[in-house]
């Protein structure tokens, strides 16, 4: 009786090996290219040239899929007075901020969820002196956005809250394209 159920067990696995079996066809033989559908309308998803102004100045229950829908040309007009409220509930005591933005400015500049690239010079979200020419890999972008939000007209306000304490990616960057750190 043992037996029969061994070899009933056996029969069903090897029946589901070979249903399920593993092969390298991974439809190799399809140009991505030419197969791609382009037709139909397409949306935008997302911004992200600024990570998390939409997780911090849109507020909850505030729809975030409007924000990252809007082209940046509307962002400013749409999005500033709504960011400006949110500064100041998040930071009450707000006057200017380490680049010198009054509220207004600094919530215009946000609003507007581009990424500025510097064609000459250097590349970086702030390194102090250099400010939004981009984004270097190795940029603590958060921190800065903290330290701009609360650090006050010489940075140095609410140090609590002007670092998220990360200071560094869990892997080193590379010296070669694509520079990523490598993957766990």
């Known amino acids: 009786m043992k037996t029969i159920k061994i070899q009933n067990i056996a029969a069903v696995l090897l029946v589901a090996i070979a ?14 290219i030419t197969s791609v559908d382009f037709s139909g309308t397409f949306v935008q998803q997302d911004q992200m040239a600024r990570p998390a102004i939409n997780t911090v100045f849109i507020a909850s229950g505030q729809p975030k899929d409007d924000f990252n829908g809007t082209i940046p040309s509307q962002m400013g ?11 100041l509930a998040l930071n009450p005591a707000y006057t200017t901020n380490a680049l010198t933005l ?50 006050g007209p010489q940075g140095a306000d609410n140090p609590q809250l002007t670092s998220d304490h990360v ?15 490598a993957a766990w």
């Not at 000459?120 to 890999?137: I, S, Y």
């Not at 200071?167 to 750190?181: C, E, L, Q, R």
Request: charged share 20%; aromatic share 10%; with cysteine.
């Open 167 to 181: 200071d560094a990616n869990d892997k080193a960057f590379t010296v070669a394209f694509p520079y990523m750190g």
């Open 102 to 151: 009054t509220a207004d400015q600094f919530t215009g500049v946000l609003a507007t969820d581009i990424l500025g690239v510097a064609t000459t010079g250097k590349t970086t979200f702030f390194d102090g002196t250099n400010v939004l020419t981009g984004r270097a890999l190795a940029d603590d972008v958060i921190d800065t956005e903290l330290l701009l939000i609360f650090g």
């Open 19 to 32: 249903t399920v079996s593993c092969n390298d066809d991974d439809n190799n033989n399809v140009d991505p």
């Open 77 to 87: 007009a749409t999005y500033q007075s709504i960011f400006k409220s949110r500064l």
